[in-house]
C-alpha cells in the first residue's frame, strides 16, 4: 500500500518520539491503529457493497434476457415438437386423402 521501508520507519518513530514524548506515543500509536482500522473497515464495506451491487446488475440482467426470450419464445423445445408432430401428421394424411379421392374416382 505505501512504499515506507525500514529506515523510513525507525526515523518516523525517532521523530514521533521526540515530539511527543514517551508518555504520549503509546496514546498516540493507539489512536492511529484505530484511526487505521476504521479506516480499513470502512473500505472493506464499500467494496463489499460494490461487488453486491454488481452482482445485482448481472442478475437483473439476466433476468431481463429471460423474460425476452420468453416473451419472444417461451417454449423453444414445445415448439420444436409441437412443428414435428404436425409435419408428422400431415405426412400420415396425406397419403390416406390421396387414397381416398383415388378410391372415389375409380368408383
Known amino acids: 500500500m505505501f512504499d515506507i521501508g525500514f529506515w523510513e520507519l525507525v526515523l518516523i518513530s525517532v521523530i514521533a518520539l521526540v515530539v511527543l514524548g514517551p508518555e504520549r506515543l503509546p496514546?498516540?500509536?493507539?489512536?492511529?491503529?484505530?484511526?487505521?482500522?476504521?479506516?480499513?473497515?470502512?473500505?472493506?464495506?464499500?467494496?463489499?457493497?460494490?461487488?453486491?451491487?454488481?452482482?445485482?446488475q448481472e442478475l437483473k440482467d439476466k433476468h431481463?434476457?429471460?423474460?425476452?426470450?420468453?416473451?419472444?419464445?417461451?417454449?423453444?423445445?414445445?415448439?420444436?415438437?409441437?412443428?414435428?408432430?404436425d409435419t408428422t401428421t400431415r405426412d400420415v394424411e396425406q397419403p390416406s386423402t390421396h387414397d381416398d379421392r383415388a378410391e372415389k374416382q375409380s368408383k
Open 64 to 85: 431481463r434476457q429471460a423474460e425476452q426470450t420468453k416473451v419472444n419464445e417461451p417454449f423453444p423445445e414445445l415448439h420444436q415438437s409441437h412443428q414435428s408432430v
Open 27 to 56: 496514546h498516540a500509536i493507539r489512536s492511529i491503529a484505530r484511526m487505521v482500522a476504521s479506516v480499513k473497515k470502512i473500505a472493506n464495506s464499500v467494496q463489499h457493497e460494490l461487488s453486491q451491487e454488481l452482482q445485482i
